[in-house]
């Protein structure tokens, strides 16, 4: 059974028993004060948008039993899956492990490495942890999806040109139809966001789909087209 969502560039035909919500890097180190986002001198109060559309889509899925899948960016407290290259891009004085307001700047264990609570995880949803930009780079996601018959992935999460654009490219080279929530992602540069929108599904797709939450909703709870 499929339903049709109105999308970007054309209707997205989903079939929720092939299908995962991804939820990607909804940290308490990207979207509150304190943590990995703002050291880098972003004003994060800008993510915040994207909350209550990942939350709504959130219940919708999870009441059609698609299944949820969470990710994390974050490193080991050793530090030993945090390539140089990455802890020492930037010029800004706070860097990934040190100390912040929320712990270790995204760290696993640390309190800023965790989903914000409007989000959080219900047992039995996996939860993946990425060194990367991407979801797929160094993890297991990639396995948990084809072992579980996954052919289609929606999108959300932060920030919309970096761990969500990274992940769709990666998720569409691998054959995984992808559709981007389009308010329930967020960047720290709106301009970067709409424009990352634009790049998902210009060509005709190249990418994917987009489309925002209300599409999606009303899809999966009538199974019509709005
Ligand atoms: C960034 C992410 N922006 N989750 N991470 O560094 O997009």
Redesign the pocket.
Known sequence: MTVSIAARPYEFKLDPSRAAFVI??MQRD?VEPGG??AA?GNDVSLLRTAIAPIGAVLSVCRAAEILVIHTR?GHRPDLSDLNGAKHRRGRFATRIGDDGPMGRILIRGAEGHEIIPELFPEPGEPVIDKPG?GAFYATDLETILRGRGITQLILA???TE???HTTLREANDRGFECLVLEDGTASYFPEFHRAALEMACAQDGIFGWVAPSAAVISALQTGEVI
């Open positions: 990607i890097d990207f990995f986002g880098l960016e930009k999460g932060v920030t970096v761990c969500v």
